[in-house]
C-alpha cells in the first residue's frame, strides 16, 4: 500500500511534508530544469520587502567546515515586481507557495501581507522575523514581545495561512514559539541562521563583506533538531523543521522529534534534486516500515 504523505499546516494542505527553504531557491524557476517543481510539498520564496534592497557588500557567502555563511542582507526587488515577475511563472505549477516576506517595521510587514491577500497563487506566508544579516536588526523573533506584536498584526490583516519562522540566535526558542501561536500564527517554522563569522588569517580582515553573516548547512543540525524537539514540546500548532537537513534520514529526524513538515535548505546548492530525494526516502522508510500516515510518524520519539 502507498503511504499518505499528506500534512495540513493551518489550512493549507500539502502532498508531502517536504517544502524548499526561503533563499535557498530562488522564487522557484530558477530550478525548473533541475528538478520536477510539482513533486515539491511547497516552494518557499525568498524574502521580499516592499521596496527593492540591493543586498549587502560582497563577499556573501563562505564555506565552512560542515556548513556555510551568509550575508545576503535580503536582496530583492521588492514586493511589486515579486507580483509582476515571479507569481505568472508560480502559475503554471502545481506545488503549494509559501510567500516569505520581511521588514524593518510592524506596519511594513502589514502593508505586504494586505498586498499579498489578493494574490491567490500564494498560498501562504511565512513572515520572516529572524533574519540575521540586516543593519538596524530584523530579527524580531529574538523577544517574545515583538514576535507577538508582529505576528499578530499580519493574523489580523490575511485570512490566508500564517507561518513564523524563527531565530535560533535566543535563549529558549520555545518561548518566542509560544509567543507566535498566542498571537495566532499557523505554524513556526523553525530554524533561520546561526550567526557567526570567519576570518582570512593572512589579510587578517573578516571573510564577510558584512563582517558576520549566518550559520546553515549539517554543522547546525544537532542544535536545530534540538531546538525543533523543544517547540514541539510546548505548542500546538504545527512545527516546520529546517537546519542541515541533507537527506531523508535527516528529515526522518526532524519529523520524529515533531516537525509536521521539513524546509530543505543550504542541500539546494549542492544537490539541487535533495527535495525530491528526500521526498522518496520519506516514502520507502513508511513502506518499510508499514507507517501508513504522517499522524503516526510526527513527533513519535519514543522517550
Ligand atoms: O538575506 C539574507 O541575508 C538572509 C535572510 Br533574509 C535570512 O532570513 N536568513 C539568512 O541566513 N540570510
Not at 503511504?3 to 502532498?15: A, S
Not at 507557495?97 to 521588514?103: D, L, N, P, T
Not at 506596519?107 to 498560498?123: F, Q
Not at 544537490?271 to 525530491?276: E, F, G, H, I, T
Request: charge should be positive; include cysteine; proline fraction near 5%.
Amino acid at each position: 500500500m502507498k503511504p499518505d504523505l499528506k500534512v495540513k499546516i493551518g489550512r493549507l494542505e500539502l502532498k508531502n511534508p517536504v517544502m524548499v527553504a526561503s533563499g535557498t531557491f530562488g522564487s522557484g524557476e530558477e530550478y525548473k530544469d533541475l528538478l520536477d517543481l510539482n513533486k515539491i510539498g511547497a516552494i518557499v520564496t525568498k524574502s521580499i520587502t516592499l521596496k527593492a534592497r540591493k543586498g549587502n557588500p560582497p563577499p556573501r557567502i563562505v564555506e565552512t567546515p560542515s556548513g556555510m555563511l551568509n550575508s545576503i542582507g535580503l536582496q530583492n526587488d521588492g514586493v511589486e515586481a515579486f507580483i509582476k515577475e515571479k507569481i505568472p511563472f508560480l502559475k503554471t505549477i502545481r506545488s503549494a507557495v509559501i510567500v516569505s516576506i520581511a521588514a524593518h517595521s510592524v506596519n511594513d510587514y502589514v502593508k505586504l501581507a494586505e498586498r499579498l491577500d489578493d494574490i491567490k497563487r500564494v498560498d501562504a506566508l511565512e513572515i520572516n522575523i529572524s533574519c540575521p544579516n540586516v543593519k538596524g536588526g530584523l530579527e524580531f523573533s529574538r523577544e517574545p514581545v515583538s514576535a507577538f506584536e508582529v505576528v499578530n498584526a499580519v493574523r489580523r490583516k490575511t485570512k490566508k495561512t500564517v507561518i513564523a519562522k524563527l531565530s535560533p540566535n535566543v535563549t529558549d526558542i520555545a518561548t518566542i514559539a509560544a509567543a507566535a501561536e498566542d498571537a495566532g500564527a499557523d505554524a513556526v517554522s523553525l530554524v533561520n541562521t546561526f550567526t557567526g563569522m570567519a576570518v582570512d588569517i593572512d589579510t587578517k580582515r573578516p571573510v564577510l563583506g558584512n563582517i558576520v553573516g549566518g550559520l546553515s548547512g549539517p554543522a547546525i543540525k544537532p542544535i536545530a533538531l534540538r531546538m525543533v524537539w523543544e517547540v514541539f514540546k510546548k505548542v500546538r500548532i504545527p512545527v516546520i523543521g529546517m537546519g542541515g537537513i541533507m537527506d531523508s534520514d535527516d528529515a526522518l529526524e526532524f519529523i520524529i522529534a515533531g516537525a509536521s513538515a521539513v524546509e530543505i535548505g543550504t542541500a539546494n546548492f549542492v544537490n539541487p534534486k535533495a527535495a525530491v530525494e528526500v521526498i522518496d526516502g520519506i516514502e520507502r522508510y513508511m513502506r518499510q516500515g508499514r507507517i501508513k500516515n504522517m499522524k503516526e510518524l510526527i513527533g513519535c520519539l519514543k522517550v
